[in-house]
């Protein structure tokens, strides 16, 4: 199920900015925040969400619906990331903290844009480190899998070979933190430039609590 979204104009913005950066300069390694967050309210519409069949850390398969009925925050991105990924995690770490016992239905989601290399045992050890959110769920799946999902999302991203070392490869992708509601809706989304405090708060207020 797609959810049909409306947006404000800066939303639209950070869309355009993001089309044009892929498909015209590409993004820098492991992404690059391109806008501040925005509110999903007014004018336009734009598909962000929806269906997907992915496996979990644990090897379980779900979907979309697996998670439903939870206001989640979810992130693209890939294990071996230096600095982007584990930067935006704990963001979501720190916002999990200050939201404290009011935050406590929130799901903390990652989704693996890297999943030859991004196993479940991979995920398994990566959701635990020090500072991401508590009880974060590590998706990944067969190549086809994440491709929808992706598209799903709108996430760009793409392997970049490292010359240096052969075989070795980085990922560049678009890093968005997404807030959907409950209902798998899109209520607002979060870049780098969104303090944990923001984002706890923006979260509160948005769940009632
Ligand atoms: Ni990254």
């Known amino acids: ?44 519409t734009a598909d962000i969400g929806g269906a997907y069949n992915l496996v979990n850390q644990d090897g379980q398969a779900v979907t979309d619906q697996t998670y439903a009925g939870r206001p989640q925050l979810i992130y693209f991105g890939f294990t071996y990331c230096p600095d982007i990924c584990p930067t935006a995690l704990m963001q979501m770490g720190m916002a999990q903290e200050k939201l ?22 991979i995920l398994a050890q990566y959701v635990t480190a020090n500072g991401f959110p508590k009880g974060l769920i590590g998706l990944t799946g067969t190549v086809e899998q994440v491709e929808a999902t992706k598209a799903a999302y709108k996430v760009y991203s793409t392997k970049v070979i490292d010359e240096a070392s052969a075989g070795d490869y980085m990922v560049d992708h678009s890093s968005i933190i997404y807030f959907m509601d409950a209902k798998g809706e899109l209520v607002e989304f979060f870049t780098h430039n969104s303090t944990p405090n923001d984002i706890a708060t923006r979260v509160r207020v948005a769940i009632g609590k």
């Open 1 to 44: 199920m797609k959810a049909r979204l409306h947006m404000t104009a800066p939303f639209k913005t950070f869309l355009m900015l993001t089309l044009s950066m892929t498909f015209m300069t590409g993004l820098a390694a492991c992404g690059q925040p391109v806008a501040q967050s925005g509110k999903v309210a007014t004018s336009g």
């Open 100 to 121: 404290a016992e009011k935050g406590k239905d929130v799901q903390y989601i990652f989704i693996s844009v890297d999943p030859e290399r991004d196993t479940p045992d």
